[in-house]
């Protein structure tokens, strides 16, 4: 898959690999939606969310069950597959399983994970920081480039906007494409109100179809979205992730407005 060319991309799963057979459930159906709307896709879901609010949150099966999973939904699916690498030392074995590594947005900065990500000449996914400017993202991006690997994305997921809350400047999207990497918006993650939910991050799935129409129209490259059959039950993201029945509208309707803007 190439990025960047003209295709409106899809990245989307749910947050957290809740078991096997859920993750491979998921991929099936987002896929067949995808190719029904004519979006290029690849499944995301983490083996470990290592930033949860309380110490006792669902974080995931862990990297070797997570791992297997990943590779299962990549082989049987039959489609590419996105997880977040949090340390240096789970690149190279995470690598040999998924097409994109992502940098979590809060270690944007850290420059033995970009390093290492870069060295193993895997697409590598770099979420903007909730606390950095578009333009400030061309030092991470820089570090990738100049460690030998020029495939590289930059995802926008909101700046943080006083205390539990996140915006997203439509700006940033043209600021960052000028930066010379294909821009994806992760719609679902910019609309957490984190840690609002009395020791859990709360969300406003409501506006969902209006922020991804918006980041669309702004010209980005592709959309990241948390998706659930069920989101009241998501062990992770709940309250900020799409309804799986609505995805075949949303596509729809993010491929009449980016055929309108790239005209």
Do not use: W
């Not at 400030?136 to 020029?150: F, I, Q, Y």
């Not at 990241?224 to 062990?235: G, I, N, Q, T, Y």
């Amino acid at each position: 898959m190439t990025y960047g060319t003209g295709h409106l991309v899809l990245i989307a799963g749910p947050c957290v690999i809740e078991s096997e057979a859920h993750a491979l459930d998921l991929g099936h159906a987002v896929a067949g939606m995808a190719r029904a709307a004519d979006v290029p896709y690849i499944f995301k879901a983490s083996f470990d969310k290592a930033n949860r609010t309380s110490l006792d949150a669902f974080r995931g099966p862990g990297l070797e069950s997570g791992l297997r999973t990943l590779d299962r939904v990549r082989r049987e699916v039959g489609v590419p597959v996105l997880t977040d690498v949090h340390e240096p030392a789970q690149v190279a074995v995470v690598a040999e399983v998924v097409d994109v590594l992502q940098i979590p947005a809060f270690l944007c900065r850290q420059t033995d994970l970009l390093v290492a990500a870069a060295r193993t000449g895997r697409v590598v996914n770099i979420k903007k920081g909730q606390f950095l400017s578009p333009a400030d993202m061309r030092h991470p991006l820089e570090k990738v480039r100049a460690s030998g690997n020029a495939q590289v994305l930059l995802t926008e997921r909101g700046t943080t906007f006083g205390y539990q809350n996140l915006v997203v400047d439509m700006r940033s999207f043209p600021q960052l494409r000028q930066l010379g990497a294909p821009v994806i918006y992760d719609v679902t993650h910019s609309l957490q109100l984190p840690g609002a939910g009395d020791g859990r991050t709360s969300g406003q799935a409501g506006l969902i179809a209006t922020m991804a129409a918006a980041g669309v129209a702004a010209g980005v490259d592709g959309v990241f979205l948390e998706v659930h059959e069920a989101p009241e039950r998501a062990r992770s993201d709940a309250d900020n992730a799409l309804r799986l029945d609505l995805l075949p509208a949303l596509l729809a309707r993010l491929q009449r407005i980016h055929a309108a803007v790239s005209d």
